[in-house]
């Protein structure tokens, strides 16, 4: 196996000037629509121990582990900043911290999913939510510090548990960032919320209750 992170050459990084402009307008956006939703989080969701049939019944395909492309070399960003890739079906945030390492966490802040990759890159081996401001271990995605401590943040993180998002390991191979990934994790989720779909509407095997 690789670590987690590696160390590149800083001549195929992104423009910093361009990837700030980006991280601003999409800081922006962000904060607007979690302003204008903050009332949804307020209300306490529906605990139940119904399970439907067809989740009962559902299989599941065994954990497979394998290295897939995520971004192009010429894509990695420089150091202190992120960006985001793909890689097995799952969102990737791909950072650099000042000294040229790189990392590789899931995309999705907690608790409400804002990309974090939009995020900045510190020297004390975090990445920052770039609207909440919680902070994130690069090396274990755990959570640093306060939970949800910036403006609106502290109106949602009220809500919620302090619970960090996933790392994987990361590598360079040839022309491309690879990330190793569960590969049949999408496909797992795919079929939960299709066997839930056919579900709701009668039986997944086709026929009605």
């Known amino acids: ?22 991280k601003s307008k999409m800081k922006l956006a962000i904060f607007t629509l979690l302003a204008g939703s903050a009332v949804a989080f307020t209300s306490t969701p529906l605990k139940t121990n119904f399970k439907s049939a067809t989740e009962l019944n559902m299989a599941v395909l065994p954990s497979k582990l394998a290295y897939k492309p995520c971004i192009s070399l010429k ?24 000294k040229g390492a790189v990392y590789a966490l899931g995309d999705k802040c907690p608790p409400v999913n804002q990309p974090l990759s939009f995020g900045k890159v510190n020297a004390d081996g975090t990445i920052e939510d770039p609207v909440l401001g919680t902070k994130f271990s690069l090396k274990t995605g755990q959570v640093v510090g306060t939970w949800c401590p910036s403006g609106i ?40 919320y299709w066997s839930g779909v056919l579900d709701a509407q009668g039986k997944a095997d086709g026929k009605y209750y």
């Open 153 to 192: 943040g502290k109106i949602l993180g009220g809500l919620f548990e302090p619970s960090g998002v996933p790392t994987f390991p990361v590598r360079k191979s040839g022309q491309n960032i690879d990330v190793q990934v569960d590969i049949n994790a999408k496909a797992n989720f795919e079929s939960s």
């Open 75 to 98: 894509d990695l960003p420089p150091p202190g900043f992120a960006t985001s890739g793909v890689a097995g079906g799952l969102a990737i945030c791909i950072a650099v911290d000042p």
């Open 1 to 22: 196996f690789y670590d987690r992170q590696r160390t590149f050459s800083n001549s195929h990084c992104q423009n910093p000037s361009n990837t700030l402009r980006k």
